[in-house]
């Protein structure tokens, strides 16, 4: 592979300086997420989408909500509910009373950033209507195929599935997901850094205030996938990946293991990661660090094993410690 000319070597610290910048800008108005603001910046690298899970009011939709303010992305929130339906997600065909002639509505869905609130409050059928959306970037309604902006990334908020109300996503949406990220309850000490935020007049609604601004867009974004896309993979480290992939295949704790989709997943989000941490070839270190969020939500757990308190990360964390690392 030829050495990167000056140019593009300048051009690929720039975009990655702006990338980084984004957990500072982010850090204004959410404490102490951390992960789940790299897993968006790698999704958004790897033109994936985002499953966020946590209990209700750990700042799932505002963390998007700073993602895109920092990103000068376009955004649209949808709060899913059972009485959703797929038409008002994807757009519908709207009668006009001068024309006589039918026109396209467009939908939230043609956003650059989708939020897709409490997605398992709604039933399935409304749920499978992002599936054309988030695999073709594009919504056909009555035969005629339209385009979504790039980029495109649904960012999906999930309550666990144990709560009341809640449908689950089906293995297909599942697998259309790069990342399940799960947001956790924050530390006592970031919790007292929220609530003396809000007695200082801190409000989630009004980001500006917070002195949250854009600190990278588009083009910024461009040229990092750009780089990521040149970031070397060895035959080993492809092998690697599909062993632990296998490994799965063959858990006796799983009815479900990873498919060839969650592998090709896996490899695309240790480079992303490999990039940003600055460097252009993929390690072994760069596939354990993914490993979790890209494939815990392409798993399914035998009955007898969940009873037993086996997690989907438990699994995946024993295969990785079991699977031969290559030198």
Known sequence: MSAPTPETATSSDSARASLEALRTEIAKAVVGQDPAVTGLVVALLCKGHVLLEGVPGVAKTLLVRALASALELDTKRVQFTPDLMPSDI???????????????????????????????????KTQSSLLEAMEERQVTVDGTARPLPEPFLVAATQNPVEYEGTYPLPEAQLDRFLLKLTVPLPSREDEISVLTRHAQGFDPRDLASAGVRPVAGPAQLAAAREAVAKVAVSAEIAGYVVDICRATRESPSLTLGVSPRGATALLSTARAWAWLTGRDYVTPDDVKALALPTLRHRIQLRPEAEMEGVTSDSVLTSILAHVPVPR
């Open 90 to 124: 994807t757009g519908s065909l709207v009668y006009d009373a001068r024309t006589a002639e039918f026109s396209f509505q467009p939908g939230p869905v043609f956003t650059h950033l989708l939020l897709a609130d409490e997605i398992n409050r709604t039933p399935p």
